[in-house]
Structures are given as structure tokens and as C-alpha cells.
């Protein structure tokens, strides 16, 4: 066995014939296209962050928008114009010139009822028009004032209007796998299941990255995945807690990687449904939450690799009611809450009870998250020693959603992957109980009124007071138990030089090979 | 006999419009479709009445506000013209997708299977001859000791152990090719596969020993124990001619019936060993496909196998007429 895997060895040259300037990161699954205008998931997304551009681009520390492709904006005092005048001179890959009918082509394709992007075309709503002023200024005209609206038009995603306007159906355009973009990079090569590659676009008109090739290896068990790093097929991943905790940090991992943690707008949640008697009340919802250990959670599940959190928004963004203090576990406090809300064991079985009815809920999860299903065991024993009795349902994630959406359900555990600005207004407004993302019923007039408001609040520092003040009137409602914001855990190759942590993440563009440093 | 063949043939149209329309409605009848798993998963439904039409607008370019019968029709339409339609995933053309993963699935099953039978065979015939002799209780012993580890584990363990540098560096972590073999003769290319292929064919093969083996060996032990067997060896003939030509050929009939499941079983991958060792074939094809609602992708593969399965069982009853010529087709139907 061991001569013939000699003689494989030595006819394929192993991985040591790849350049020094050549990243190799990870994808835990395959794309489903690179057409911008139609992908839906973060695999793609992360790939055309290299090819293509938008107007506006966000800049990773302040958190705030600076030009891209256009060079600057200008917004009409009634904030339904937005103006852009795009850079001249900028080519796609292939060395045609970007213009303003590029634009205009995109926004017709995304709103074309012919191209398959629901989730992307519910953002352009409000936008009814974007028309070409000369071939280098564009104007976006909203039907109604938005305080997102320049972020959404300066992030609308655009592709060129030269390779995609001939006629052939967008949806099953060969230029889907055949990505051509304005940015640093170039797409060369997607091999099915096994690997995507970009080279620089030696035609970009910035400064261009040391880094020449981007491989992107497509590898579905993320264990091999780790096995790979470790072997350096990979210099570039994010790694799971429990690999960041006990599988990184023997001295001869740390000599070829460094270690890198940041915190993206992300926040788990335990929901509860106020549709049902058990948790229309809030003093109910509030006891639940005293009831669950969060510090022991935190610890026991994710290693202490998390960020407590109490509100609806990004933890570092000016939103961030920080004067609020977390809940802590407190059951005696949450057995007082429940009194006083009539529950109590009346019958002596060792359950709460209320009007004869006794307190029992379910708790429904996806069938494919280990968290909830080692939380749901955790809040099952403590619930029970307050009186409470909890059953666990899974569904497979289809189901699961479908169990959402019809609002069958008394309490789950999900988490939010939302945007450094966020509009609380899908999750939150009444208007979006019966069919929107409020699927726990949350209803208060006050936090209503806040939420138009804030939508068409210009003002930076008044918009800011809004948003504070409803994410006071959400800690006090409860609606969801509030947990942690989980970091991202990213571990690169030494091989690689001024590795910056920005508030939202790396950008592989400013690295260097280290050995040019 | 040929108009036996010809009734099974035209029996078999309506078992494939039954399987595939009770794979239709399955499908469609389960919670969540393409489009609002997208949505939901993106976090971009912004529900108000207008992105309700955009959602609707969305399902009718997929024909999926027609009712289920209507859908089945126009999927069954195309497909008598070999038309698969595209898959919701990527926009390709399924039989394109199909036909990236069919060749990796096939190569690796062949090997597999070829392995298999090789191995479990002589084995199980050597159990039957000496059965009940040390060697046939700890071949047994061995083979199902094989049989209960989880593929899973011994997989990670294999590339752990004997890929990840730690310990050993034989083999490589997964794929199929390496990046560097692109535009290399047919012999590096070749081998270059083979390298890849080493540990997921253990992994497949390393279960499925126990039970052809002890399929061969009852079958061998019922026919030993026939009248013919005592004749043939009373007739003066050599052991291993008793054995090999008496005994073992009649012992195939029911290995036959496993035939059956030969063809079918070519097609299908496993997602574990898939996932694993990254190899994009059939098994991922089709569990993504299913996770995601991609129906015709779900489909296509479903009709195939389908039609293998039969067509399985149709050579199956086939060669058992062959082999023995006291099984009458005719009057079977």
C-alpha cells in the first residue's frame, strides 16, 4: 500500500506547488449562482464582494457609507431624490466602461417580474424610478421618505448591462457562473463541489491587492475542513466555539495561525408567542427569563464565546440602549412575577396552575440545531423546578419556518443575522403580526408611533433618542428572552500580514504576503 | 417470451406515472417551497401586501400557483421528451447537473460494488464449506464487527489518521482531483483519481461485506445439503468441482434477486461519506435538493431510479427464466 500511494504522491506534487500569494478560504457549501441579482446566500455573497460593486460601499470602522463606485450623492431636501454621480473611467473586467445605463439596467432587472429574486426585490419597494441624467449621474426616486434610503440605493447590487441584456433569461443566464465585475478581483475558474477561484483584476482602478488568487475550497464537513487547515490546504476560516476553545490553542497551531474575534449584528433569542394564554401577560414573560441561567448557558454551550445582550439592536451601533442591565436569573423573583400574575400551585401536583389550567408549553426547535436542543434540555429541568412543564418538538427547518409563518407555536429559539443599521420596523411593528417577521404578536402604540417615526427621522441624534426608547418599551415587554451576540471566530495563516480587525471584520484586500513586509 | 417482455414493458408506464405522481404530490404537499424558504431563511421578506404579489409573482413563474395535478401534467409532459426543466438552485439545466455528479457517483459505486462482491463471495462460500470451523465463526465475528461501526466516525478516523499530516500523510483530505491536475494527461490524471478515491471506497465497502457474505453462505449451505450434492461427490468428482460448478451456480438464482437492486443502488450516493470527503455526487444532489424544495431536480432523480429499479427487476425476472428453465414467464402474469 505504502509504494503505490508513493507513486500517486509523486505523480500529483502534493499542495506544495501553489504560490505564496495565493489565499485558499473555506466554503462550507456551494453557491447556488454568482448573479448578484438573484443569489440568495452568503456563499455567493462573500465571492461577489470581490467581483462586483455597488455606489456606495460601507466602511468597516465608523460603520458609515463612502463612495464606490460613484464619487459622491447628493439627496433633494425632501429625501425622495438621490442623486449619484459615478466615477469616470471605471471598467468592468473585460474593459468596457461602467456607465449610468448599467445601473439603470440592474434596477429594471431586479425589479422584473421575470427575475426570481423576491427577497432582493422587496427592497426596492419604494423605489419607483432610477433614471439616467447623463451617462455619468443617475437619480433614485423614492415614492416615500426612508432613513435607509441612500444605504439601499448606494447598495443596490449592479451587473453589466453589456453581458446580460441579450435577451436570454436572467434566471438562467450563462453569465450566472460567469461572474464579470467592476472589482479587485476577476473570476477564472468554479469547479462543481470542489472549488471557485478569482484572480486580481489587473484592471482595477484602486490599489490593487497583494494577494493574486483567491481559491475558495468547497468542503461540507467542516471537521475536514479544520483537518485541512491544520494540513495548510487552508489559510482561512471561521471556526466553530468549540474549535476556537479546545482544538486552536496548542503552541504549534498558534506558530502558523493567528486568532482573530469580532462581532457582527447577530443576536439569539428565546420567543414566546402572546397569542397564547400562558404568555399574553408580560409579567409572565418577564419570569421566564429570570428563570433561564443565561451565564450558566453562555458558559456551559458556547465557552463563554458571547456577548449578553438586551436589545433588538447591534450591540456597538448608537441604538444600543446600553443603560439597560441584562436580566439576571433570579427564580425566586420570577415566582413572585408569576403570582402575581395568578399562577400557582393550587393542587399540589408540583405544577403552576391558573383557573384549573395547569402551566405547560412547548417548546418547538429545528431539528438541525444542536444549541437549541442542548438549551431546550437545560430550560425543561429548570423550568420544572419552578412548576413548569416544558415539552420539547422538533421539525426539520422547512417545517420549523411553516410553524412560524401560521404562528403555531408557543416558544422557540432562533437567531437574527441582521444589518448594521437596521430597521426595526419588520420585526417589531404591529402591522407585521399577521403575516410579517413579528411572529411573537409584539403590540404596543407607543413602540408603533416610535417606529414610523424613526423611519422618516433624518436626524441622526433624534432618531438615535427613538430607538433607544424602544428598545426600553421591548426589555420591558419581553416579548423574547434576549440572549447573546456570538462572535465571529476566524483563524488565518501567519503566512499572511497586516491582518486588521475592524468592527465589522477582516478585509482580505489590505493584507500582505508576510513575507514582503 | 417476447411477449412477455413486451407486457412488462408496457407494465411498467403505469407503476412509473404511480411512483411519480405519489413523488409529485409528496413534494408538493410538504410544508415550504422554494421561494419562501429563501425568503424566510433571507430575512428579507418584508411582509406588506405588495411583497405578497412579488412572493405570488415569483411562484407563477415556476408554475407553482397551479394546482398539483396541473403541475404533474406539465412536469409529466416534459419529461416524455426527456426534458427535466432547470433546477431552482443554480438556474442549470437538471440533466446537466445530473450529469456532473452521475459520473463520480457511478465510478465510486462500480468500485465499491466490484469490491464487494469480489471480497464477500469466496468468502461466504469458503464459511458454507467449513461451516461452523473457526474460520467461519471469526470471518463472521470480523465481518460484523465491520458492519455496526458507524461510517461517519470511521471516516474522520481515516482521514484523521492517515490524511491529516498528524500521523500519516498517504491520502488527501477529500475531493476528487487535485487543483494542480487541471490540463494533465490521462495516466496523472487516472491516478491522481484513484488516490482520491482510496479512502471513501473503504469507507462505502467496509459495512456491506457481512451481508452478501452471509447471504452467499445460506444459500450455499441449502444447496450443499441437496440429494444432487451427495450424487455429484458419490460420483467420484473433486471437491472444489463440487463446490464451485454444483453447489455455487445454483446457489446464484437467488443471488439474482439481488441484481435487482444492483442498477438502482449504481445511481444513489451517501450523503455522509459525500460530505465527508467532499465529493459532489448524487447523495448531496439529491439531499440538498430535498432540503430545498428544488422539485425538479427531486424529481428527475426520483424518475430515474425509478425506472432503474424497474427496469432492476425486469432483467432480474428475466435472467431467473434463464438460469432456471423450470421458472415459466408466461404464466406468471
Not at chain 1, 226 to 237: A, S, T
Amino acid at each position: 500500500m505504502s509504494i503505490l500511494t508513493a507513486f500517486f504522491c509523486a505523480c500529483t506534487g502534493g499542495v506544495s506547488s501553489r504560490g505564496a500569494d495565493e489565499l485558499y478560504a473555506y466554503l462550507s457549501a456551494e453557491p447556488d449562482t454568482l448573479n448578484p441579482v438573484i443569489s440568495s446566500d452568503a456563499y455567493s455573497a462573500e465571492i461577489n464582494s470581490h467581483i462586483y460593486e455597488t455606489l456606495l460601499d460601507m466602511d468597516l470602522d465608523t460603520l458609515g457609507r463612502k463612495p464606490d463606485l460613484a464619487e459622491r450623492w447628493e439627496i433633494s431636501p425632501d429625501h425622495r431624490r438621490y442623486r449619484f454621480f459615478l466615477k469616470k473611467g471605471v471598467l468592468w473586467s473585460d474593459g468596457v466602461e461602467f456607465t449610468a445605463d448599467d445601473v439603470v439596467y440592474s434596477f429594471k432587472v431586479i425589479k422584473d417580474p421575470k427575475t426570481a429574486n423576491a427577497h432582493r426585490k422587496v427592497n426596492y419597494l419604494d423605489i419607483t424610478e432610477v433614471r439616467k441624467i447623463d451617462r455619468y449621474t443617475v437619480d433614485f426616486i423614492y415614492s416615500k421618505e426612508y432613513y435607509l434610503g441612500l444605504e439601499i440605493c448606494g447598495g443596490m447590487t449592479i451587473i453589466p448591462r453589456h453581458l446580460f441584456n441579450d435577451g436570454a433569461d436572467i434566471n438562467t443566464h450563462r453569465n450566472n457562473r460567469l461572474p464579470l465585475g467592476t472589482g479587485p478581483y476577476r473570476f477564472t475558474e468554479w469547479v462543481t463541489g470542489s472549488r471557485i477561484v478569482l484572480e486580481r483584476n489587473e484592471r482595477y482602478r484602486d490599489r490593487k491587492p497583494a494577494i493574486r488568487k483567491i481559491v475558495y475550497r468547497i468542503v461540507a464537513e467542516p471537521s475536514v475542513a479544520f483537518l485541512m487547515l491544520k494540513k495548510g490546504e487552508l489559510d482561512f476560516m471561521s471556526v466553530r466555539p468549540i474549535q476556537w476553545v479546545r482544538q486552536t490553542g496548542s503552541g504549534k497551531f498558534l506558530r502558523s495561525f493567528n486568532k482573530f474575534q469580532y462581532f457582527t449584528p447577530n443576536y439569539s433569542y428565546i420567543a414566546w408567542n402572546s397569542r397564547r394564554p400562558v404568555f399574553s401577560d408580560a409579567r409572565v414573560r418577564r419570569a421566564m427569563s429570570r428563570l433561564i441561567n443565561l451565564e450558566a448557558i453562555l458558559e456551559k454551550l458556547l465557552f463563554g464565546l458571547g456577548k449578553r445582550v438586551n436589545g433588538t439592536f447591534y450591540f456597538y451601533s448608537k441604538y444600543y440602549n446600553s443603560d439597560i442591565s441584562p436580566i439576571e436569573y433570579d427564580p425566586a423573583g420570577a415566582m413572585a412575577l408569576l403570582k402575581q400574575a395568578g399562577w400557582a400551585d393550587t393542587d399540589g401536583d408540583g405544577f403552576l396552575d391558573r383557573n384549573g389550567r395547569k402551566f405547560s408549553f412547548t417548546f418547538t426547535i429545528s431539528s438541525g440545531s444542536k444549541f437549541a436542543e442542548r438549551l431546550g434540555t437545560i430550560m425543561k429541568e429548570d423550568f420544572r423546578k419552578a412548576g413548569i412543564d416544558m415539552e420539547i418538538n422538533r421539525y426539520e427547518w422547512a417545517v420549523f419556518v411553516q410553524k412560524l409563518n401560521s404562528r403555531d407555536f408557543d416558544a422557540v429559539t432562533l437567531s437574527w443575522s441582521l444589518g448594521y443599521n437596521e430597521d426595526p420596523y419588520d420585526l417589531w411593528h404591529s402591522s407585521q403580526m399577521e403575516a410579517g417577521f413579528n411572529f411573537v404578536g409584539f403590540r404596543d402604540a407607543e413602540a408603533d408611533s416610535i417606529m414610523e417615526r424613526g423611519r422618516r427621522e433624518f436626524d441622526e441624534a433624534r432618531r438615535t433618542a427613538l430607538f433607544r426608547r424602544l428598545d426600553r418599551i421591548i426589555y420591558r415587554e419581553q416579548p423574547y428572552t434576549f440572549m447573546f451576540c456570538s462572535p465571529a471566530l476566524v483563524v488565518v495563516s501567519k503566512r499572511f500580514g497586516n491582518v486588521v480587525v475592524h468592527r465589522a471584520g477582516l478585509d482580505t484586500d489590505e493584507w500582505t504576503i508576510a513575507g514582503d513586509r | 417470451m417476447k411477449r412477455y417482455i413486451l407486457k412488462r414493458l408496457f407494465l411498467l408506464v403505469p407503476t412509473l406515472i404511480g411512483i411519480t405522481l405519489i413523488t409529485y404530490m409528496i413534494v408538493r404537499f410538504t410544508p415550504g417551497d422554494y421561494t419562501s424558504l429563501r425568503l424566510d431563511m433571507q430575512m428579507g421578506l418584508k411582509t406588506t401586501a405588495a411583497s405578497k404579489e412579488i412572493l405570488d409573482q415569483e411562484r407563477r413563474l415556476y408554475g407553482l400557483d397551479k394546482p398539483w395535478y396541473i403541475g404533474y401534467m406539465d412536469w409529466l409532459g416534459k419529461f416524455c421528451t426527456l426534458d427535466f426543466g432547470t433546477s431552482r438552485k443554480d438556474g442549470r439545466p437538471v440533466s446537466e447537473r445530473i450529469g456532473d455528479a452521475l459520473p463520480i457517483t457511478l465510478a465510486l459505486n462500480l468500485i465499491t460494488m466490484l469490491i464487494v462482491y469480489v471480497i464477500s463471495i469466496p468468502l461466504g462460500i469458503a464459511a458454507s464449506v467449513k461451516k461452523d470451523s473457526l474460520f467461519d465463526r471469526v470471518s463472521s465475528l470480523a465481518l460484523f464487527i465491520l458492519y455496526s461501526l458507524p461510517t461517519f466516525w470511521i471516516a474522520l478516523l481515516l482521514l484523521m489518521f492517515l490524511s491529516s499530516g498528524e500521523y500519516l500523510n498517504l491520502f488527501p483530505l477529500g475531493g476528487i482531483t487535485s487543483d494542480t491536475m487541471t490540463g494533465a494527461g490521462f495516466f496523472p490524471l487516472a491516478g491522481d483519481a484513484a488516490w482520491h478515491l482510496v479512502l471513501p471506497v473503504i469507507t462505502l465497502t467496509y459495512g456491506s461485506f457481512a451481508f452478501l457474505s452471509r447471504y452467499t453462505r445460506a444459500n450455499m449451505l441449502e444447496v450443499i445439503n441437496q440429494q444432487y450434492i451427495t450424487t455429484a461427490r458419490s460420483k467420484g468428482l473433486s471437491e472444489p468441482r463440487v463446490i464451485m460448478v454444483h453447489a455455487f451456480r445454483n446457489s446464484l438464482i437467488p443471488l439474482i434477486t439481488l441484481m435487482a437492486t444492483l442498477l438502482p443502488g449504481l445511481l444513489g450516493g451517501s450523503v455522509i461519506v459525500e460530505s465527508i470527503f467532499s465529493i459532489p455526487g448524487m447523495g448531496m444532489l439529491a439531499f440538498e435538493a430535498i432540503l430545498a424544495r428544488d422539485i425538479p431536480v427531486i424529481m428527475a432523480i426520483e424518475a430515474i431510479s425509478a425506472l432503474l429499479t424497474l427496469g432492476g427487476i425486469l432483467i432480474a425476472d428475466l435472467s431467473y427464466a434463464l438460469v432456471d428453465p423450470r421458472i415459466r414467464l408466461e404464466t406468471k402474469i
